[in-house]
């Protein structure tokens, strides 16, 4: 298996819902990555977790708060979301922490907030 | 702050020909280079990649090139398809396990037949 799974494909929500975005693999990963990225715009690193522990937060907004349960798994937890947060969410793995290691990135969950 | 970014917006090509999608990075501490492409509706996908020890890496149809003396990143496509209609990213890394890829602002590949 050699790849990056994520639910749901699309998710729509009000700003006082609370959602999680979830996301799998199978490879044997030990670091795990939120990006975000915006229409027509490069992605945009968020989390990183190396060793089911969060290595890097990129001065994400705390309604955004991510989750490691398990090396195969990594979820984001959204609560109190503004129209701005509207974006695609991909979620990436890489053997490990570290650049000159391939990141392979799921399909991403296109949220959109209301 | 340091940035990643491509001189192109757009690349039209027609079918069979070559492409090259050009890179310009501005952090010297650089030392690990990625090329993605990203298709409607889906998330990047690797092509190659390079480390600064190298000035040329070859793929399968692709080729990866780097100046260190202008910051230039390129990535060359041979006999590009319609399968290779896309927005291609360069990614910059720097060195340390706690370090992160910055990705460029992509340049949108348009085959034409």
């Known amino acids: 298996d050699t790849e990056v799974t994520q639910t749901p494909k699309h998710l729509v929500m009000g700003m006082t819902n609370k959602k999680s975005l979830k996301c799998e693999q199978h490879?044997?990963?030990?670091?795990m990555y939120w990006y975000k990225q915006k229409a027509k715009k490069p992605p945009e690193l968020m989390f990183v977790?190396?060793?089911?522990?969060?290595?890097i937060n990129e001065s994400v907004p705390s309604r955004f708060s991510p989750e490691c349960p398990n090396s195969s798994l990594l979820n984001l937890h959204l609560h109190a979301l503004q129209p701005e947060d509207s974006a695609l969410y991909l979620c990436a793995s890489s053997p490990r922490q570290g650049t000159d290691n391939e990141q392979f990135f799921g399909p991403g969950t296109r949220l959109t907030v209301l | 702050g340091e940035s990643v970014g491509l001189h192109l917006p757009t690349l039209s090509v027609q079918e069979g020909d070559n492409s090259i999608i050009n890179c310009a990075y501005s952090n010297s501490a650089s030392d690990y280079f990625i090329w993605y492409k990203q298709e409607s509706g889906k998330g990047p996908q690797f092509i190659i990649d390079i480390r600064s020890n190298m000035d040329k890496r070859q793929g399968q149809r692709v080729t990866v090139l780097l100046n260190k003396t202008v910051k230039h990143l390129s990535l060359q496509i041979a006999a590009t398809q319609p399968g290779d209609s896309a927005v291609y990213f360069c990614a910059e890394g720097g060195t340390g396990t706690a370090s992160k890829l910055t990705f460029g602002t992509g340049t949108r590949l348009q085959v034409t037949l």
């Open positions: 490879m044997g990963h030990r670091a």
């Open positions: 977790y190396s060793y089911e522990k969060l290595s």
